[in-house]
């Protein structure tokens, strides 16, 4: 079963640049996350979504952050204008619905440094 | 949300069992304990989870207390490749969504 995908892996941009993460989740899985992860710390959640409604966008800044997926398959994540403590690991993971106890499967993340 | 707490770090005896230990004295009937690690410049890899029983896989074994409010993950016999950071997390429900909210974890040093 082939992962989550996540491209790019690394990404360097300059303050108030614009910046688009891309993920594509396991097929089947309905549920995506979006985290961002700052150095040292634990994941935080970012947005999630069933299929391609958003569930969840609490800690989502809205007035840089916005995030869409399509025909709830693949998602993008957009920061635009980066700021300097945007710099963090971007990690997207999926989740098969339906059940209470199925795991959630992470990508490797993309990097983004913001000078 | 139920919070979870662990200690920040904790050393360990390649060969030797781990334990890690996790409080989660508000957690829920129907919430899930569930275990990831995380490799350094990896995405979070699930372990294990449980509800009431104990539970064990190939990779570790989850003990879960009478009352719910605590729990250990158990790596058996743990190898170098086991260093990594250690996430306890309750899954809780908002809004019929099954959320993940991670704390810090704990950094678990196996030694040769």
């Known amino acids: 079963e082939a992962g989550v995908a996540q491209s790019p892996r690394y990404k360097i941009i300059e303050k108030r640049q614009s910046v688009a993460f891309w993920c594509n989740p396991i097929?089947?899985?309905?549920?995506l996350y979006w985290y961002q992860q700052i150095l040292g710390q634990g994941p935080k959640l970012l947005i999630q979504?069933?299929?391609?409604?958003?569930?969840?966008d609490s800690q989502l800044p809205k007035d840089r952050f916005s995030a869409e997926r399509l025909k709830g398959v693949d998602s993008t994540l957009k920061i635009q204008p980066a700021k300097l403590e945007d710099s963090a690991v971007y990690l997207c993971a999926s989740r098969k619905p339906g059940r209470m106890n199925t795991e959630a499967f992470f990508g490797q993340g993309t990097r983004l440094t913001v000078v | 949300d139920a919070k979870t707490t662990q200690p920040p770090s904790m050393d360990c005896a390649e060969g030797r069992a781990a334990n890690l230990p996790c409080n989660h004295s508000?957690?829920?009937?129907?919430?899930?304990v569930y275990w990831y690690r995380q490799i350094h410049s990896q995405g979070p890899q699930y372990i294990i989870h449980g509800l009431k029983n104990n539970e064990t896989n190939e990779m570790a074994s989850l003990i879960i207390t009478e009352d719910r409010k605590s729990s250990t993950l158990i790596l058996p016999h743990a190898t170098l490749r086991d260093t990594a950071v250690y996430y306890c997390i309750v899954r809780v429900a908002i809004q019929g969504a099954q959320k993940l909210v991670f704390g810090q974890g704990t950094r678990l040093t196996i030694n040769p």
């Open positions: 097929s089947g899985h309905a549920t």
């Open positions: 508000t957690i829920s009937g129907n919430e899930y």
């Open positions: 979504f069933q299929n391609n409604g958003v569930v969840d």
